[in-house]
């Protein structure tokens, strides 16, 4: 697989979020942006004695593997399976500031060893041609220089990667929780700026503080691909306009058209023994800001605890979709 300019616009990894079902409903409502899996551990991939991971690339588009590794001899290993998976991009997290990847010595720890970092990526291409990409921190702890993040980018760059993912934030591993490291330390979007202004040849993609498309366009004047967190979560529909302002091309589905295909795909998990709850989470905020929302999140309350049947929300939503184009 050749190495490809990144897209313009993606969803970030998210634990707890990003998982296959609500991937495949952004897949239904944009064809093009780029999705993220939350970060898997390298051992759970080698260790998948239920091929539960197998699972992970049953989207269509662009998808990327987020790993979690510190070990290049664990890297080949979960290579050589991940590989045959539909994967677009192999990202490796080195910005995650949670305690699992302190004790584990990857996430944003490895900032300290860029050296570690390229040979992870080495050890992955021995398996697979498949893009890697890093997605990183500006910074971490102490280390809250340009000099420092710019140290980190050079190793990368020095064995040929093509993309980097910036949190224009620093990580603090000890004294904060993960919540509070995506809005406690400040934003630096000038230090993102001045690495993208000494590696012009490479992608640099921003991430954190971004709120809506019209922000994530603006970005696109400095760097060449703009990520959104948890504002894609909290509202879905918004990337309804992603495919339009970001790759020209038109799309006019309905949220309820929406639904009905997500039912469909959801009844294939059921039937495979996935439960309505989880399978039902990604719709909640679908009706983000409208009025009806509450009824909306009522009756998804009763699908995932099993009183009625997830086809029983077509109607809802359809009754939803009318009393929005009334209001316009």
């Not at 080195?94 to 050296?115: H, Q, R």
């Not at 691909?225 to 509202?235: F, K, L, P, T, V």
């Not at 009025?291 to 009183?307: D, R």
């Amino acid at each position: 697989m050749q190495e490809q300019k990144h897209n313009l616009l993606s969803i970030a990894p998210m634990m707890d979020r990003t998982d296959l079902h609500f991937r495949n409903l952004m897949r239904l409502i944009s064809k093009n942006i780029f999705l993220y899996t939350e970060m898997i551990n390298v051992n759970t991939i080698i260790h998948d004695q239920n091929k539960r991971f197998h699972i992970e690339g049953d989207c269509k588009g662009p998808v990327a593997l987020q790993i979690g590794c510190s070990d290049p001899i664990l890297a080949k290993k979960a290579a050589n399976i991940f590989s045959k998976e539909n994967f677009q991009e192999i990202n490796i997290n080195c910005g995650c500031p949670s305690n699992k990847v302190i004790d584990g010595n990857f996430g944003a720890c490895l900032m300290k060893e860029p050296i570690k970092v390229s040979k992870m990526i080495e050890a992955i291409r021995e398996e697979t041609d498949i893009p890697i990409t890093v997605k990183t921190r500006i910074g971490l702890d102490n280390f809250d220089t340009n000099e420092f993040l710019e140290e980190f980018i050079s190793e990368l760059y020095s064995i040929n990667t093509k993309t980097v993912i910036i949190h224009a934030r620093i990580a603090i591993l000890k004294g904060i929780s993960p919540h509070e490291n995506r809005t406690i330390p400040p934003l630096n979007y000038e230090r993102v700026k001045l690495i993208k202004n000494s590696f012009k040849d490479m992608n640099i993609i921003i991430n954190g503080g971004i709120n809506n498309l019209t922000e994530a366009k603006w970005h696109l004047n400095t760097f060449d691909g703009s990520m959104i967190g948890r504002a894609a979560w909290d509202n879905p529909w918004m990337f309804k306009d992603a495919d339009n302002l970001f790759y020209n091309m038109k799309n006019n589905i309905t949220r309820s058209e929406i639904i009905h295909k997500y039912v469909k795909y959801a009844d294939k998990y059921i039937d495979i023994g996935h439960s309505q709850r989880r399978l039902v989470r990604p719709l909640f905020n679908l009706f983000y800001g409208i009025q009806g929302s509450k009824i909306w999140k009522q009756q998804l309350n009763e699908v995932a605890n099993n009183q009625i049947s997830i086809n029983s929300i077509y109607d809802l939503a359809s009754q939803l979709e009318e009393t929005i184009e009334v209001a316009a």
